[in-house]
Protein backbone atom coordinates (compact mmCIF):
# COMPACT_ATOMS: atom_id res chain seq x y z
CA UNK A 1 0.00 0.00 0.00
CA UNK A 2 1.55 3.17 -0.93
CA UNK A 3 1.67 5.91 1.77
CA UNK A 4 -0.54 9.05 0.54
CA UNK A 5 1.41 11.92 -1.31
CA UNK A 6 0.43 15.54 -0.61
CA UNK A 7 0.40 17.35 -4.26
CA UNK A 8 -1.05 20.25 -5.52
CA UNK A 9 -2.26 21.19 -9.12
CA UNK A 10 -3.43 24.60 -10.69
CA UNK A 11 -3.50 25.28 -14.16
CA UNK A 12 -1.99 28.47 -15.17
CA UNK A 13 -4.34 31.29 -15.09
CA UNK A 14 -1.81 34.44 -14.78
CA UNK A 15 -2.07 37.14 -17.30
CA UNK A 16 0.23 36.31 -20.27
CA UNK A 17 2.68 39.49 -21.90
CA UNK A 18 4.11 39.94 -24.83
CA UNK A 19 6.75 36.93 -24.74
CA UNK A 20 9.57 38.45 -24.87
CA UNK A 21 12.24 36.07 -24.30
CA UNK A 22 11.27 33.56 -26.17
CA UNK A 23 13.42 33.92 -28.95
CA UNK A 24 16.25 33.70 -26.39
CA UNK A 25 15.70 29.94 -26.15
CA UNK A 26 15.21 28.97 -29.80
CA UNK A 27 16.80 26.14 -31.80
CA UNK A 28 19.33 28.65 -33.44
CA UNK A 29 20.19 29.92 -29.99
CA UNK A 30 20.72 26.16 -28.17
CA UNK A 31 22.77 25.04 -30.65
CA UNK A 32 25.22 27.68 -30.77
CA UNK A 33 25.47 26.66 -27.14
CA UNK A 34 25.71 23.47 -27.49
CA UNK A 35 28.45 23.82 -30.49
CA UNK A 36 30.56 25.44 -27.39
CA UNK A 37 29.72 22.60 -25.50
CA UNK A 38 30.89 20.19 -27.56
CA UNK A 39 34.50 21.39 -27.86
CA UNK A 40 35.09 20.48 -24.50
CA UNK A 41 36.90 16.78 -24.02
CA UNK A 42 34.70 15.80 -21.54
CA UNK A 43 31.51 16.71 -23.67
CA UNK A 44 29.28 13.58 -24.00
CA UNK A 45 24.97 13.36 -24.34
CA UNK A 46 23.28 11.96 -20.89
CA UNK A 47 21.28 9.16 -21.73
CA UNK A 48 17.20 9.15 -22.20
CA UNK A 49 16.20 6.41 -20.36
CA UNK A 50 13.06 4.69 -21.73
CA UNK A 51 11.08 3.10 -18.83
CA UNK A 52 8.40 0.97 -21.43
CA UNK A 53 7.17 -1.23 -17.91
CA UNK A 54 7.03 1.59 -15.84
CA UNK A 55 4.67 3.52 -18.43
CA UNK A 56 2.62 0.55 -18.81
CA UNK A 57 2.29 0.30 -14.70
CA UNK A 58 1.24 3.98 -14.60
CA UNK A 59 -1.41 3.66 -17.97
CA UNK A 60 0.83 5.80 -20.15
CA UNK A 61 1.87 5.12 -23.82
CA UNK A 62 5.84 6.42 -22.94
CA UNK A 63 7.62 7.66 -20.27
CA UNK A 64 10.87 9.04 -20.94
CA UNK A 65 13.66 10.27 -18.29
CA UNK A 66 16.57 12.52 -19.10
CA UNK A 67 19.32 11.32 -16.34
CA UNK A 68 21.75 14.24 -15.89
CA UNK A 69 23.77 12.31 -12.85
CA UNK A 70 26.25 11.48 -15.85
CA UNK A 71 26.73 15.14 -16.80
CA UNK A 72 30.78 16.24 -16.34
CA UNK A 73 30.80 14.08 -14.07
CA UNK A 74 29.66 16.33 -12.04
CA UNK A 75 26.09 13.96 -11.08
CA UNK A 76 24.54 16.66 -12.37
CA UNK A 77 23.04 19.31 -15.10
CA UNK A 78 24.24 22.52 -14.16
CA UNK A 79 27.67 22.79 -15.90
CA UNK A 80 25.51 23.47 -18.84
CA UNK A 81 24.19 26.71 -17.99
CA UNK A 82 27.45 27.82 -15.92
CA UNK A 83 30.11 27.21 -18.40
CA UNK A 84 28.31 28.85 -21.84
CA UNK A 85 27.49 31.97 -19.76
CA UNK A 86 31.22 32.10 -18.11
CA UNK A 87 31.97 31.42 -21.85
CA UNK A 88 30.01 34.49 -23.39
CA UNK A 89 31.70 36.47 -20.59
CA UNK A 90 35.25 35.93 -21.71
CA UNK A 91 34.28 36.39 -25.20
CA UNK A 92 32.80 39.34 -24.15
CA UNK A 93 35.38 40.73 -22.58
CA UNK A 94 37.86 40.39 -25.41
CA UNK A 95 35.51 41.77 -27.88
CA UNK A 96 35.13 38.48 -29.96
CA UNK A 97 32.08 35.95 -30.63
CA UNK A 98 31.94 32.69 -28.72
CA UNK A 99 31.83 30.99 -32.07
CA UNK A 100 35.15 31.84 -31.82
CA UNK A 101 36.49 30.55 -28.64
CA UNK A 102 36.14 26.70 -28.20
CA UNK A 103 37.49 25.45 -25.32
CA UNK A 104 40.92 24.91 -26.43
CA UNK A 105 41.15 28.60 -27.41
CA UNK A 106 39.80 29.86 -23.89
CA UNK A 107 42.60 27.94 -22.06
CA UNK A 108 45.28 28.47 -24.54
CA UNK A 109 48.46 30.37 -23.07
CA UNK A 110 48.42 33.27 -25.35
CA UNK A 111 45.01 33.83 -24.65
CA UNK A 112 44.92 33.63 -21.11
CA UNK A 113 47.68 36.40 -21.11
CA UNK A 114 45.62 38.85 -23.17
CA UNK A 115 42.82 38.58 -20.39
CA UNK A 116 43.01 39.98 -17.15
CA UNK A 117 42.41 37.40 -14.60
CA UNK A 118 38.56 37.47 -13.56
CA UNK A 119 36.76 35.94 -10.74
CA UNK A 120 33.75 33.95 -10.62
CA UNK A 121 31.22 34.52 -7.52
CA UNK A 122 28.23 32.24 -7.17
CA UNK A 123 25.34 31.32 -4.52
CA UNK A 124 24.72 27.86 -4.71
CA UNK A 125 22.85 24.95 -2.63
CA UNK A 126 25.19 22.48 -4.37
CA UNK A 127 24.98 21.82 -8.14
CA UNK A 128 25.27 25.17 -9.74
CA UNK A 129 27.90 26.01 -7.41
CA UNK A 130 29.92 22.74 -7.89
CA UNK A 131 29.39 23.22 -12.11
CA UNK A 132 30.58 27.07 -11.68
CA UNK A 133 33.85 25.95 -9.88
CA UNK A 134 34.56 23.44 -12.40
CA UNK A 135 34.38 25.61 -15.09
CA UNK A 136 36.68 28.06 -13.74
CA UNK A 137 38.78 25.27 -12.83
CA UNK A 138 38.66 24.04 -16.56
CA UNK A 139 39.15 27.81 -17.61
CA UNK A 140 42.14 28.47 -14.61
CA UNK A 141 39.92 31.03 -13.33
CA UNK A 142 39.55 32.07 -9.80
CA UNK A 143 36.03 31.35 -8.08
CA UNK A 144 34.15 32.22 -4.60
CA UNK A 145 31.45 29.92 -4.08
CA UNK A 146 28.91 30.65 -1.23
CA UNK A 147 26.19 28.40 0.42
CA UNK A 148 23.34 28.37 2.28
CA UNK A 149 22.96 27.45 5.72
CA UNK A 150 21.86 23.33 6.12
CA UNK A 151 24.00 22.78 2.98
CA UNK A 152 25.10 18.69 3.42
CA UNK A 153 28.90 18.54 4.39
CA UNK A 154 29.47 16.02 0.83
CA UNK A 155 28.27 19.08 -1.54
CA UNK A 156 30.82 21.94 0.71
CA UNK A 157 33.53 19.18 -0.21
CA UNK A 158 32.90 18.73 -3.42
CA UNK A 159 33.20 22.69 -4.97
CA UNK A 160 36.14 22.69 -2.38
CA UNK A 161 37.70 19.90 -4.16
CA UNK A 162 37.43 21.52 -7.50
CA UNK A 163 39.60 24.73 -5.91
CA UNK A 164 36.86 27.05 -4.93
CA UNK A 165 36.86 29.44 -2.22
CA UNK A 166 33.72 28.11 -0.30
CA UNK A 167 31.67 28.99 2.59
CA UNK A 168 28.42 27.71 4.25
CA UNK A 169 26.77 31.33 5.01
CA UNK A 170 24.20 31.78 8.15
CA UNK A 171 22.12 32.91 5.46
CA UNK A 172 19.15 30.93 3.17
CA UNK A 173 19.72 30.61 -0.20
CA UNK A 174 18.56 33.97 -1.81
CA UNK A 175 19.72 36.00 0.80
CA UNK A 176 23.40 33.95 0.08
CA UNK A 177 22.77 35.42 -3.66
CA UNK A 178 22.59 38.91 -2.88
CA UNK A 179 25.72 38.93 -0.75
CA UNK A 180 27.57 37.25 -3.69
CA UNK A 181 26.25 39.77 -6.01
CA UNK A 182 27.60 42.58 -3.56
CA UNK A 183 30.77 40.53 -3.37
CA UNK A 184 31.22 40.67 -6.90
CA UNK A 185 30.66 44.16 -7.19
CA UNK A 186 33.50 45.08 -4.38
CA UNK A 187 35.99 43.06 -6.75
CA UNK A 188 37.78 44.25 -9.76
CA UNK A 189 37.42 42.45 -12.32
CA UNK A 190 34.82 39.68 -10.61
CA UNK A 191 31.41 39.19 -11.93
CA UNK A 192 28.29 37.21 -10.54
CA UNK A 193 27.67 33.68 -11.95
CA UNK A 194 23.80 33.16 -11.09
CA UNK A 195 21.14 31.36 -12.52
CA UNK A 196 18.31 33.67 -11.45
CA UNK A 197 17.58 37.28 -13.12
CA UNK A 198 16.42 40.82 -11.18
CA UNK A 199 16.47 44.15 -12.55
CA UNK A 200 19.72 45.34 -14.18
CA UNK A 201 21.25 41.38 -14.68
CA UNK A 202 20.33 40.05 -17.59
CA UNK A 203 22.83 38.15 -19.38
CA UNK A 204 24.53 36.31 -17.40
CA UNK A 205 21.26 34.70 -16.36
CA UNK A 206 19.72 34.55 -20.03
CA UNK A 207 23.08 32.92 -21.57
CA UNK A 208 22.78 30.24 -18.21
CA UNK A 209 19.08 29.17 -19.72
CA UNK A 210 21.12 28.95 -23.32
CA UNK A 211 23.18 26.34 -21.58
CA UNK A 212 20.49 24.21 -19.53
CA UNK A 213 18.77 24.61 -23.55
CA UNK A 214 21.70 22.10 -24.47
CA UNK A 215 19.95 19.08 -21.80
CA UNK A 216 16.34 19.65 -23.51
CA UNK A 217 17.93 20.12 -27.32
CA UNK A 218 19.46 16.19 -26.65
CA UNK A 219 16.42 15.13 -25.36
CA UNK A 220 14.26 16.52 -27.92
CA UNK A 221 16.61 14.55 -30.36
CA UNK A 222 16.91 11.47 -28.28
CA UNK A 223 12.95 11.13 -27.91
CA UNK A 224 12.51 11.50 -31.70
CA UNK A 225 8.83 12.42 -31.53
CA UNK A 226 7.32 15.81 -29.97
CA UNK A 227 6.58 14.76 -26.38
CA UNK A 228 2.79 15.50 -25.57
CA UNK A 229 3.63 16.07 -22.01
CA UNK A 230 6.90 17.62 -20.05
CA UNK A 231 7.05 17.56 -16.34
CA UNK A 232 10.24 20.14 -15.12
CA UNK A 233 11.30 21.40 -11.97
CA UNK A 234 11.52 24.54 -10.94
CA UNK A 235 14.01 26.16 -8.12
CA UNK A 236 14.67 29.97 -9.47
CA UNK A 237 12.98 28.64 -12.58
CA UNK A 238 15.94 29.49 -14.64
CA UNK A 239 16.35 25.53 -15.83
CA UNK A 240 12.07 25.01 -15.79
CA UNK A 241 11.91 28.18 -18.05
CA UNK A 242 14.68 27.03 -20.31
CA UNK A 243 13.02 24.12 -21.21
CA UNK A 244 9.54 25.35 -21.20
CA UNK A 245 10.93 28.08 -23.67
CA UNK A 246 13.21 25.30 -25.70
CA UNK A 247 9.68 22.90 -26.35
CA UNK A 248 7.41 26.27 -26.86
CA UNK A 249 9.72 27.31 -29.48
CA UNK A 250 10.44 24.16 -30.80
CA UNK A 251 6.95 23.03 -31.55
CA UNK A 252 4.89 26.71 -31.78
CA UNK A 253 1.64 25.39 -33.46
CA UNK A 254 1.21 22.48 -30.89
CA UNK A 255 3.81 22.60 -28.18
CA UNK A 256 3.81 20.15 -25.75
CA UNK A 257 1.87 20.36 -22.19
CA UNK A 258 4.41 21.24 -19.69
CA UNK A 259 4.04 20.96 -15.96
CA UNK A 260 6.11 22.92 -13.71
CA UNK A 261 7.16 20.88 -10.47
CA UNK A 262 8.22 22.67 -7.11
CA UNK A 263 8.13 21.57 -3.41
CA UNK A 264 5.60 23.09 -0.70
CA UNK A 265 8.33 25.21 1.05
CA UNK A 266 9.58 26.90 -2.09
CA UNK A 267 6.59 26.91 -4.06
CA UNK A 268 6.70 30.78 -5.35
CA UNK A 269 6.03 29.82 -9.07
CA UNK A 270 2.62 27.87 -7.98
CA UNK A 271 1.48 30.93 -5.33
CA UNK A 272 2.28 33.48 -8.23
CA UNK A 273 0.46 31.76 -10.36
CA UNK A 274 -2.49 31.13 -8.23
CA UNK A 275 -2.19 35.56 -7.38
CA UNK A 276 -3.17 35.54 -11.18
CA UNK A 277 -2.25 39.23 -11.12
CA UNK A 278 1.39 38.74 -13.09
CA UNK A 279 3.49 39.58 -10.00
CA UNK A 280 5.97 37.21 -8.88
CA UNK A 281 5.32 35.92 -4.96
CA UNK A 282 8.87 36.11 -3.12
CA UNK A 283 9.02 32.76 -0.30
CA UNK A 284 10.76 33.84 2.66
CA UNK A 285 12.37 31.73 5.32
CA UNK A 286 14.22 28.58 5.77
CA UNK A 287 12.29 26.79 2.88
CA UNK A 288 12.91 23.76 4.93
CA UNK A 289 12.84 20.82 2.42
CA UNK A 290 14.66 17.79 0.94
CA UNK A 291 14.65 19.20 -2.27
CA UNK A 292 17.55 21.29 -1.72
CA UNK A 293 18.29 22.82 -5.39
CA UNK A 294 14.47 23.68 -5.46
CA UNK A 295 14.83 25.16 -1.92
CA UNK A 296 14.73 28.95 -3.86
CA UNK A 297 11.93 31.50 -3.00
CA UNK A 298 12.43 34.18 -5.61
CA UNK A 299 11.47 33.48 -8.86
CA UNK A 300 13.65 34.67 -12.14
CA UNK A 301 12.12 37.03 -13.73
CA UNK A 302 13.11 35.41 -17.15
CA UNK A 303 11.36 32.43 -16.16
CA UNK A 304 8.43 33.93 -14.78
CA UNK A 305 7.72 35.12 -17.80
CA UNK A 306 7.83 32.39 -20.15
CA UNK A 307 5.89 30.68 -17.63
CA UNK A 308 3.32 33.26 -17.71
CA UNK A 309 3.20 31.99 -21.59
CA UNK A 310 3.51 28.97 -22.17
CA UNK A 311 3.46 26.44 -19.12
CA UNK A 312 0.06 24.41 -18.61
CA UNK A 313 0.27 24.07 -15.15
CA UNK A 314 1.75 24.08 -11.58
CA UNK A 315 2.26 21.68 -9.06
CA UNK A 316 3.67 22.07 -5.48
CA UNK A 317 4.05 18.90 -3.68
CA UNK A 318 5.44 17.63 -0.25
CA UNK A 319 8.76 16.19 -0.06
CA UNK A 320 6.99 12.55 -0.21
CA UNK A 321 6.71 13.05 -3.52
CA UNK A 322 10.51 13.18 -4.21
CA UNK A 323 11.39 10.41 -2.21
CA UNK A 324 8.27 8.26 -3.92
CA UNK A 325 10.33 9.39 -7.52
CA UNK A 326 13.76 8.76 -5.74
CA UNK A 327 12.84 5.03 -4.75
CA UNK A 328 11.00 3.87 -8.41
CA UNK A 329 13.48 4.86 -10.04
CA UNK A 330 16.05 3.17 -7.95
CA UNK A 331 13.94 0.10 -8.06
CA UNK A 332 12.64 0.17 -11.44
CA UNK A 333 11.00 -3.19 -13.17
CA UNK A 334 13.68 -5.85 -14.19
CA UNK A 335 13.48 -4.77 -18.20
CA UNK A 336 13.77 -0.84 -17.16
CA UNK A 337 16.95 0.76 -16.34
CA UNK A 338 17.59 1.59 -13.10
CA UNK A 339 18.23 5.95 -12.35
CA UNK A 340 20.08 7.08 -9.68
CA UNK A 341 18.68 10.35 -8.99
CA UNK A 342 18.72 12.80 -6.15
CA UNK A 343 16.66 14.59 -4.22
CA UNK A 344 15.37 17.76 -6.54
CA UNK A 345 16.07 15.21 -9.71
CA UNK A 346 13.18 12.90 -9.02
CA UNK A 347 10.71 15.65 -8.32
CA UNK A 348 9.18 15.17 -11.76
CA UNK A 349 8.76 11.71 -11.51
CA UNK A 350 7.35 11.70 -8.27
CA UNK A 351 4.94 14.34 -9.28
CA UNK A 352 4.04 12.22 -12.71
CA UNK A 353 3.83 8.76 -10.43
CA UNK A 354 1.50 10.38 -7.59
CA UNK A 355 -1.05 11.92 -10.41
CA UNK A 356 -1.42 8.03 -11.87
CA UNK A 357 -0.97 6.33 -9.34
CA UNK A 358 -3.33 8.24 -6.41
CA UNK A 359 -7.51 7.87 -7.19
CA UNK A 360 -7.67 11.48 -5.30
CA UNK A 361 -5.93 12.92 -8.27
CA UNK A 362 -7.92 11.55 -11.22
CA UNK A 363 -9.33 14.73 -12.03
CA UNK A 364 -5.69 16.41 -12.88
CA UNK A 365 -4.82 13.09 -14.85
CA UNK A 366 -8.20 14.13 -16.78
CA UNK A 367 -7.06 17.78 -17.07
CA UNK A 368 -4.05 17.25 -18.38
CA UNK A 369 -5.48 14.35 -20.70
CA UNK A 370 -2.87 11.95 -19.05
CA UNK A 371 -3.40 8.50 -20.81
CA UNK A 372 -2.04 5.21 -22.92
CA UNK A 373 -1.72 8.05 -26.33
CA UNK A 374 0.89 10.07 -23.56
CA UNK A 375 4.42 10.88 -24.52
CA UNK A 376 5.87 11.83 -21.06
CA UNK A 377 9.18 13.44 -20.72
CA UNK A 378 10.75 13.76 -16.84
CA UNK A 379 14.03 15.28 -16.20
CA UNK A 380 16.47 14.11 -13.41
CA UNK A 381 18.31 17.02 -13.13
CA UNK A 382 20.39 15.31 -10.48
CA UNK A 383 22.11 11.99 -9.36
CA UNK A 384 22.82 11.14 -5.56
CA UNK A 385 24.52 14.95 -5.04
CA UNK A 386 24.28 14.29 -0.97
CA UNK A 387 24.90 10.44 -1.06
CA UNK A 388 24.08 9.64 2.37
CA UNK A 389 20.56 10.64 2.45
CA UNK A 390 20.23 9.04 -0.73
CA UNK A 391 20.89 5.81 0.41
CA UNK A 392 18.59 6.30 3.07
CA UNK A 393 15.67 7.49 1.34
CA UNK A 394 15.94 4.48 -1.19
CA UNK A 395 17.85 1.89 0.92
CA UNK A 396 16.42 2.38 4.38
CA UNK A 397 13.02 4.15 3.37
CA UNK A 398 13.51 7.14 5.44
CA UNK A 399 10.73 9.52 5.29
Not at 46 to 65: E, H, I, N
Not at 103 to 111: I, K, Q
Not at 246 to 263: G, H, M, R, T, W
Not at 344 to 365: N, Q, V
Request: hydrophobic residues 35%; glycine residues 10%; negative net charge.
Amino acid sequence: MFTHVDLKYKPRQVQQTSDPYLSLMSKEEVTKARNFHRTFPQYQETPLRSLKQMASYLGLGTVAVKDESFRYGLNSFKALGGAYAMGRFLADEVGRDISELSYSVLTDEHFLKTLAPCTFFSATDGNHGRGVAWTARMLHQRCVILMPKGTAKSRFDNIRALGAEVTIEDLNYDECVRKAARLAEETPHSVIVQDTSWPGYFDIPSWIMQGYGVMADEAAEQLGTRPTHVFVQAGVGCMAGAVTGYFSALYPDNPPKIIVVEPHAADCMYRSNEKGDGSRVIVEGDMDSCMAGLACGEPCEIGWDLFRNHATGFISGEDRMTLRGMRMLAGCFRDDPHITSGESGAATFGALATIMMEDCYSDIRRELGLGPDSTVLCFSTEGDTDPVHYKQVVWEGLD
